[in-house]
């Protein structure tokens, strides 16, 4: 069997049921779905879940890495960071509590390029990539194999 890209958005909306998952699940998608045929065939899915959940630190970060690099040229755009970011937001709608200076997705790439951007040129290399992501705490965790969500602070409402 093989899972579409809406039957793949379905699930998304299963697990986000209080945001809008349809761009976040839609890039995603594509990455899973390696040989770009429109499905995600058994084999893409299973390969796509090792590497997500039992992968290390590395493979993740590359795996995170093709996510972003929206137009496969091997870097990221804050245009790119853009689109994923926002497509973050809108899917975890008001769950987290976020930092002043990351409650819009603006503020949040604006940020991550302060901190990944090692050259100024205003895109991420790979390694810039994977360098940055290893600085911050919050992605190392969420990448991690030993993820806790319990150290996620929930919104108050």
Known sequence: GSL???DFIRIYQQFFP???PTQFATHVFKVFDSNSDGCISF??????????????????????????DLDGDGYISSAEMLSIVTSIYEMIGNMLHLPKDEDTPQKRVRKI??????DNDGRLTKQEFKDGSKMDSFIVQALSIDYDQSKIE???S
């Open 18 to 20: 209080q945001g809008n």
């Open 154 to 156: 929930p919104k108050k």
């Open 4 to 6: 579409s890209k809406d």
């Open 43 to 68: 084999k893409e899915f299973i390969v796509a879940l090792s590497v997500t959940s039992k992968g290390s630190l590395d493979e993740k970060l590359d795996w995170a890495f093709s996510l972003y």
């Open 113 to 118: 390029f302060m901190q990944m951007d090692q």
